[in-house]
Every structure is written in structure tokens, then in C-alpha cells.
């Protein structure tokens, strides 16, 4: 069942938060559904402007399409992940999307909200959501390129400003994650401090952590032993997420560690059997270990068996 993040967000504020997972094919999608019905989780689909373009937006929408046929009990959110405005309006426009993301963030303040603010009318018509962005995380995410030198916290007075002129559902905020394998060196962490002045000023309303990857050393090290080369690789602590979650974290966005896991399956099957040309035995392999990642994230994030309550607020 396809939901706007808005419900989901209703669901978990203060509890837990809800794992935002991208995909982009159809050994992505079955782990996925598989990894959440498993740990009984509510979720997100993050479909990125990258993942649009590597086949053919249809493509990916007939995958959950039919996913939601084949797993019914499923409840989860379609969301457009790191949208510019022309990607925005063409999810808006679609009726496929029940939650876009702006992200103007590079722009200045007011420019910021001026773009953001024309989404918000344009999905609110329509009964769409909308995530906006404020701050900047560093590091590399497909077309979002930000050196750590030009990376911004979220200013927590900026960010309650920035909520009431753009009417925006809910709001990424930078407090030191980052994007890409690559998130700290050193004594670097999530500024939770930066988090709780946010949710002071903003109580109750939905926040979004990116960059959210923890980037598991046995996977790094599983990677390099197959023939990777993966150095100094670090990540977001899981450990982190369930305080996050009590200041106000609604949604938590993991991509590169679902990256990892297909990178070490292709890297050791292959190694193994050299011989293999088959897609499919790998194939499968992949799906099941993707569905025991996403399972272990939704511990972490308190969202798994969420599922029966979450089903019970919506039919109320």
C-alpha cells in the first residue's frame, strides 16, 4: 500500500524512525519489500533523478507497481529523492510520487526558499508531500557534489524561518553526516546538539537525517579481500539512530550501505566462480542478503514490527 511520508511521519515521531532505502532495479526492490515484510516494517522507496535515468523512469514505477500486487501487506512511501525543481513538477505531474524532495540547499537562503516554496504549492494541490533541505552535507551522492570545506550545519533559527515562509512537510537538516563511503575521519560524530536547537524550534514537525550509511568494516573489509579497494571508509554509528529518532528524526536515508552489500555479493560470488555467466544465481544471492540488511537497519531505526500498528492508525 503506497502512503504519503506525511502518515508514516504521524506513526513514528519520537518512537523510531522510518528507513528511506533507494533502488534501482529489480533485485533492489525484491530484497527490499522482502527485507521489510521479514522485520515488519513500514518504509520508504527513494527513487533518485540518477536511478530515473539509468533505464526509463516507467520502468522502475511498474517494479513497485508490482511489488505492491505481489507483497499487500506492505505500507510504504514513493519518494523522489534530491529532486531539482524540473525533476519536482515532473513527479508531481506524474500522480506516481506521494512524496517529493527539493533540494535547493546550494542556492542561498532566500533563493532557497523562493524554489522551494513553488513546489510545496505545486505538490500540496495535488496531495504530495514535500521534503525540503536546509544546510549542506558534504561528500558524493550521483549529482550532488559538495567538498567538506564548503559543507554547512543547519542553522537551527534558519530552519524554523525556513519551515514557516515555504510550508515545506518535513525538513533535511545537515549536523555533520555526509554523503558517500567517506563520512568521518577522526574524532568527527553526528552534532546532536545542533539536532536537539532544531527540534526545540521546531517541536513535533518531521526531520530528516542523509548521509545516513554506516558503512560496516566487515563489509569494506569482505569488499578488499574480493579485490576491492576501499581505504578509510567510515560511517554513520547505528547506534545513533534511536536518539536521533527522540529529537525529532522521522526518516533516516541509506543508500551506500545497500551499495556495499552489492558490491561484496558480486565481488566474492565471482571471485568464487570464475566460470559463472548466469545473472540469475547471483541474482538471487543478492536479494536475500539485501533482505537481511534491510531487515538489521530497521532494528536499528525502531522501525521493525512497526507494521501492525502503523496498519491500525491508517484503517482508524
Not at 523510531?16 to 532495479?25: D, L
Request: net charge negative; glycine share 8%; with cysteine.
Amino acid at each position: 500500500m503506497i502512503v504519503t511520508t506525511k502518515k508514516l511521519f504521524e506513526a513514528a515521531y519520537g518512537k523510531y524512525a522510518i528507513g528511506a532505502y533507494n533502488i534501482n532495479n529489480l533485485e533492489q526492490t525484491m530484497g527490499l519489500f522482502r527485507g521489510n515484510l521479514d522485520s515488519q516494517a513500514p518504509f520508504i522507496i527513494q527513487i533518485s533523478k540518477g536511478a530515473r535515468k539509468y533505464s526509463d523512469k516507467r520502468m522502475l514505477e511498474a517494479l513497485i507497481r508490482a511489488a505492491d500486487e505481489i507483497f499487500p501487506e506492505a505500507i510504504f512511501a514513493v519518494h523522489l529523492d534530491h529532486g531539482d525543481e524540473e525533476t519536482c513538477m515532473d513527479c508531481i505531474k506524474s500522480g506516481f510520487y506521494s512524496s517529493v524532495m527539493i533540494d535547493a540547499s546550494h542556492e542561498d537562503f532566500e533563493t532557497n526558499v523562493a524554489i522551494t516554496r513553488r513546489v510545496v504549492e505545486a505538490a500540496h494541490e495535488r496531495g504530495i508531500v514535500v521534503e525540503a533541505e536546509l544546510g549542506q552535507l558534504g561528500g558524493v551522492e550521483e549529482h550532488v557534489k559538495v567538498d567538506e570545506a564548503n559543507a554547512k550545519l543547519t542553522d537551527p533559527d534558519k530552519a524554523k524561518e525556513f519551515v514557516e515562509r515555504t510550508g515545506c512537510d518535513s525538513l533535511a537538516v545537515a549536523i555533520g553526516t555526509s554523503h558517500g563511503a567517506y563520512k568521518f575521519s577522526g574524532s568527527q560524530a553526528l552534532r546532536l546538539d545542533v539536532l536537539a536547537e532544531i527540534q526545540k524550534r521546531l517541536p513535533g514537525f518531521p526531520l530528516v537525517m542523509h548521509g545516513s550509511s554506516s558503512v560496516p568494516q566487515e563489509e569494506v573489509e569482505r569488499i578488499n579481500k574480493a579485490g576491492g579497494n576501499l581505504k578509510g571508509a567510515k560511517g554513520v554509528d547505528e547506534n545513533a539512530f534511536r536518539r536521533a529518532a527522540e529529537l525529532g528524526v522521522t526518516k533516516v536515508n541509506i543508500d551506500t550501505d545497500g551499495r556495499l552489500v552489492w558490491t561484496r555479493v558480486h565481488r566474492e560470488y565471482f571471485m568464487q566462480h570464475p566460470e559463472e555467466i548466469d545473472l540469475r544465481p547471483i541474482g538471487k544471492i543478492f536479494m536475500a542478503e539485501y533482505a537481511k540488511f534491510i531487515a538489521h537497519k530497521n532494528e536499528k531505526l525502531g522501525s521493525a514490527g512497526r507494521l501492525p500498528e502503523v496498519r491500525a492508525l491508517l484503517s482508524a
